[in-house]
């Protein structure tokens, strides 16, 4: 994620595009990849993508939102810190389906939140741990769940990432329609150290100077599975190296497969 305090430091560079960074990291606590920045309108309908509205008034940002995951009929699959954040404030309902931010698809409300006993969130120097959450809700819904991978591909597989955050690494700029980007899995030794490991995957744009940004967080990264359907494998958690603008990558997301068994186990608990 980015952190309040990691983008204060950025704010030093500028004040303009420090108070917008500040207000936006508040807003969408979201992960390393912009709404996708220089990414591309989708191409191919996700009706398991899902958007989670929220805002964060005392920082000003009143028009934010995370990514999500549909995994189950009734339950989305988010980043932590998309639920539990500083100032943060859930409108308290889910979009699915579409691919427009503000209209569309499927709206349910949320009827509650589990977040990774784990969770840690990240300081700006250091990265999100066990960033990973799940919204339940109110009632199910019909378009078709994505399939979660049974484990991630090697360094250099192929993957995509969706999302809906800011498409500019200095200003609040909110794509009408969802933005993809191509991108693949990286090695350990492509993020900081002490960032990417078993339950977090590094990720590296396929496109020069793009990845995902504020807003984007709690997004899915897929990769081809059997068929050639799309497999969930990770969720945007936040930059792979301190004080990197969101262009410059790499991305950090959260392992989906390593959290298989704390998924099933939960949803199965709240049936």
């Known amino acids: 994620m980015f952190s309040l305090r ?10 303009a595009v420090g108070a917008l960074a500040v207000a936006t990291c508040a807003t969408l606590m979201t992960g390393s990849a912009g709404a996708i920045v220089n990414g591309t309108d989708s191409t191919e309908r996700y009706p398991f993508m899902a958007t989670i509205p929220e805002s ?7 028009d934010g939102n995370c990514g999500a995951s549909l995994i189950d009929p009734r339950w989305v699959l988010t980043a932590a810190h998309c639920v539990r954040g500083d100032g943060l404030e859930l ?6 389906g579409s691919a427009h931010r503000k209209s569309g698809g499927t709206v349910r409300a949320i009827e509650r939140t589990v977040v990774h006993p784990g969770f840690v969130s990240g300081d700006g120097t250091s990265a999100n741990k066990h960033d990973i959450a799940l919204v339940r809700l109110d009632r199910p819904v019909t378009e078709k769940p994505v399939r979660i991978a049974e484990r991630a591909g090697r360094p250099g597989t192929p993957t995509r990432i969706l999302g809906f955050g800011t498409t500019s690494d200095t200003e609040l700029t909110w794509p009408a329609r969802m933005q993809q980007l191509d991108t693949r899995r990286g090695a350990v ?48 958690s936040g930059p792979g190296a301190p004080d990197v603008a969101c262009s410059a990558g790499p991305g950090l997301y959260a392992n989906v497969p390593a959290y298989a068994d704390w998924i099933r186990t939960t949803i199965k608990r709240s049936r």
């Open 91 to 96: 409108e308290g309902t889910v979009r699915i």
């Open 56 to 62: 964060a008034p005392k920082h000003g940002v009143h």
């Open 189 to 236: 030794g492509e993020c900081a150290p002490g960032y990417a490991d078993r339950t977090r995957l590094c990720t590296i744009s396929r496109v020069p100077r793009a990845m995902a940004c504020f807003g984007d967080s709690g997004g899915p990264q897929l990769q081809k599975g059997r068929g050639g359907r799309w497999e969930l494998v990770g969720v945007t």
């Open 6 to 15: 990691s983008v204060r430091r950025r704010a030093a560079r500028t004040t």
